[in-house]
């Protein structure tokens, strides 16, 4: 049974730092691509930022390029959302996705709030 389980959220001010985790079980995580989504109040979640399986190959949302930076440790089995200079709208519940394919459902984590504050 595959768990994916995310955390690190928490409270912090504009400007600051979080570093987010994405920790799976149940599956070989070294095959699988990561995602990390967001969902702001009344708003429809929002890929943030994805990696490859290897970990070799990257990519982010426009509005987080230069801010965020996504990684994984496969020898862990998690996965990383280091986020810096926050802003009030990276507000949200993120998401770990764990997938094969984009278009695949995958396995998601509970979410983990962050709340940014001016």
């Known amino acids: 049974q595959v768990q994916v389980v995310e955390s690190g959220g928490g409270l912090v001010q504009v400007g600051g730092s979080l570093r987010l985790s994405c920790t799976a079980s149940?599956?070989?995580?070294?095959?699988?691509?990561m995602a990390w989504y967001r969902q702001a109040p009344g708003k429809q979640r929002e890929l943030v930022a994805s990696?490859?399986?290897?970990?070799?190959?990257?990519s982010y949302a426009d509005s987080v390029k230069g801010r965020f930076t996504i990684s994984r440790d496969n020898a862990r089995k998690t996965g990383y959302l280091q986020m810096n200079s926050l802003k009030l709208e990276d507000t949200g519940v993120y998401y770990c996705?764990?997938?094969?394919?984009?278009?695949?459902?995958?396995?998601w984590g509970q979410g983990t709030q962050v709340t940014v504050t001016s």
């Open positions: 149940g599956i070989i995580f070294s095959v699988y691509n």
């Open positions: 996705k764990i997938f094969v394919r984009p278009t695949d459902s995958g396995a």
């Open positions: 990696i490859l399986s290897g970990g070799t190959r990257t």
